[in-house]
Nanobody, 123 residues
């Protein structure tokens, strides 16, 4: 199983970015994005149910972030709009299959991770 995250970069506040996570090897029922800012713990950002297409977001990003999938390409995207300096972090994609929805926002529950892509937002 491989997850390859890309699309990060150095941008200005107010800009938009689209991150990609290309998955190979097998399909899971949940694909998620987490982020980790310097000196902080990894935090949940959003996830998508691969089977239904249902999307879920952390309250802190709701309305600005959009998670989506491309079934044919087995790729998950994270569109980030109106970027703020506090969005600066390494963004990670993760995947796994869960039976209990209550755990999908916990990074410790994911076995499969991409290497992360850096997003830096200047003010």
């Amino acid at each position: 199983v491989q997850l390859q995250a890309s699309g990060g970069g150095l941008v200005q506040a107010g800009d938009s970015l689209r991150l990609s996570c290309a998955a190979s090897g097998r399909t899971f029922n949940t694909y998620a994005w987490f982020r980790q800012a310097p000196g902080k713990e990894r935090e949940y950002v959003a996830h998508i149910n691969w089977n239904t297409g249902s999307t879920y977001y952390a309250d802190s990003v709701k309305g600005r972030f959009i998670i989506s999938r491309d079934n044919a390409g087995n790729t998950v995207f994270l569109e980030i709009n109106s970027l703020k300096p506090e969005d600066t972090a390494v963004y990670y994609c993760a995947a796994d299959s869960f039976r209990r929805p209550s755990v999908v926002r916990l990074s410790s529950q994911y076995e499969y991770w991409g290497r992360g892509t850096q997003v830096t937002v200047s003010s």
